[in-house]
């Protein structure tokens, strides 16, 4: 079992910035690669990126690249998410999910509401 907690939700006007932080406990070294998603209101969960977890490499949705960042911790179990440039349609409850390889992300955080004003 992974457990995550998300931090670092908020309001933010448009152009700024905003860093989200989860949090990872458990079986931890079975992490192969953590996402994070997000879901606005009315609409399905997205994915936004992810980050494998051995090698760092990242991967984005092309509506955030350029302006989203994802980096981890290994050593404090860490995942970031730092924002900038943030748009009004960026508004969603942001998650951190957990992937042990098997293709699907098994464990999923309890979300933080990140809100961009126009």
């Known amino acids: 079992q992974v457990q995550l907690v998300e931090s670092g939700g908020g309001l933010v006007q448009a152009g700024g910035s905003l860093s989200l932080s989860c949090a990872a406990s458990g079986r931890t070294f079975s992490i192969y690669d953590m996402g994070w998603f997000r879901q606005a209101p009315g609409k399905e969960r997205e994915f936004v990126g992810r980050?494998?977890?051995?090698?760092?490499?990242?991967y984005y949705r092309d509506s955030v690249k350029g302006r989203f960042s994802i980096s981890r911790d290994n050593a404090k179990n860490t995942l970031y998410l730092q924002m900038s440039s943030l748009k009004p349609e960026d508004t969603a409850v942001y998650y951190c999910a957990a992937s042990m390889g098997s293709g699907t992300y098994e464990y999923w955080g309890q979300g933080t509401q990140v809100t961009v004003s126009s």
């Open positions: 980050i494998r977890w051995i090698d760092g490499s990242t």
